[in-house]
């Protein structure tokens, strides 16, 4: 046998064998690394599969916490909407719906603060920004979120509410509206109910003026603005000459309304502001005339003499006319150390007094004392 044909056929034999022997590790390790590939996709085929789950389950976590809160936001007995850090609507709750802006057309999650406060001054839904929006408007937003205290509005004719501001840490701003309608409708009832027994107990039952009652509270009023004014304060005293003759022959219910005429005439004989008409008690009455000279107090008392033989009431068992008259004193002062306002009561009946000695249906004036004058101020320092 050929040595060297021998030794090439071994040769060839090992490497067809290291061929052999190479391919079947190059298959084996290929089957591993595709074996491998197949388990990893697999197990992270498996992985996100969980984490899908774990997504949608966290999810539905969130949407089921959303809708929770959604219905604690609902169950508020007070209007509230949230906007962000940027003053853009993120959501409100029902009880706000119904109120502007969020009530009118067109979208409002998302929308800016101040876009919505420019549609609701459009429309005219803010009554107390009407002929100054852009003012008002400047004033809000520079305030917002610094409603301390909390802003009362009436809501274009509607509810009252009291509107709160909050700002959070992330700088979200929560809104509160409180329905206090009720609350302002009592207290607007209480108010009512409080001047009708005011009038009730500052005006007569009978004749519709003033009583005794608020004559003395303006008196004392008026008495202190003169002190400190140094001005003068003038009454004219009136009384229904022979009115029980009047009361005895009419009867009582025409006497009643002889005093509503009586009141009415007087009461169209003061012009001023201030001047008050008051029953004094059974057929006399009172004109306080703040600001008023003795020389203006009788003139007014004149017109008064005037306008009463003007409306022609007969009186047939008077002994002074035919037609009813009445007697009027009249007495100035001003207020000095003293003094007090029965000083000026004192005065006027007394000159009342006068008047009815001296035959009825005329004007006595009372005498005006050297302590009524004004008293001389002190220089100034």
């Not at 060839?12 to 591993?32: P, T």
Request: aromatic share 6%; net charge neutral; with cysteine.
């Amino acid at each position: 046998m050929d040595t060297p044909a021998t030794a090439f056929l071994a040769l060839l034999g090992l490497v067809l064998v290291l061929l052999v022997l190479g391919g079947l590790a190059w298959y084996w390790l290929r089957r591993m690394q595709v074996r491998d590939a197949s388990r990893q996709n697999a197990e992270f085929a498996s992985t996100m599969s969980h984490q899908q789950h774990e997504i949608d389950a966290l999810r539905g976590q969130v949407r089921a916490a959303e809708s929770r809160l959604r219905e604690v936001i609902d169950a508020v007995p007070a209007g509230v909407a949230i906007y962000d850090n940027q003053d853009r609507l993120l959501g409100f709750n029902r009880e706000v719906a119904r109120q502007y802006p969020y009530c009118g057309e067109g979208p409002v999650i998302g929308e800016t603060y101040e876009t919505l406060m420019r549609r609701a001054l459009d429309a005219g839904q803010i009554p107390d920004a009407i002929g100054r929006e852009e003012e008002w408007l400047a004033l809000r937003l520079a305030g917002r979120g610094a409603l301390r205290p909390p802003l009362q509005r009436h809501i274009d004719h509607g509810p009252w509410v009291h509107l709160y501001e909050t700002r959070t840490p992330s700088g979200y701003l929560v809104m509160t509206r409180m329905d206090l309608t009720p609350l302002v409708e009592k207290g607007l009832a209480l108010e009512r109910a409080n001047e009708q027994q005011l009038r009730l107990s500052t005006t007569d039952g009978l004749i519709g003026i003033a009583n005794r009652r608020m004559f003395d509270q303006t008196l004392q009023n008026e008495w202190q603005r003169c002190a400190r004014n140094q001005s003068s304060l003038s009454l004219l005293m009136v009384d229904i000459d022979h009115f029980k003759h009047y009361n005895d022959h009419y009867g009582h219910l025409a006497g009643d309304e002889c005093l509503r005429q009586v009141a009415r005439i007087l009461g169209l004989c003061v012009k001023r502001s201030g001047e008050l008409v008051a029953r004094y008690g059974g057929e006399e009455f009172a004109l306080l005339l703040p600001g008023t000279d003795l020389q203006e107090g009788k003139r007014v008392a004149q017109r008064c003499l005037h306008e009463m033989l003007n409306a022609r009431i007969p009186h047939e068992h008077s002994p002074v006319s035919p037609w009813l008259t009445c007697s009027i004193g009249v007495a100035t002062i001003v207020a000095a150390p003293g003094l007090s306002p029965a000083t000026l009561v004192g005065d006027a009946l007394a000159a009342l007094a006068h008047a009815k000695v001296s035959g009825r249906a005329r004007v006595e004036m009372a005498d005006p004392s050297p302590v009524s004058a004004p008293a001389s101020l002190p220089a100034p320092l």
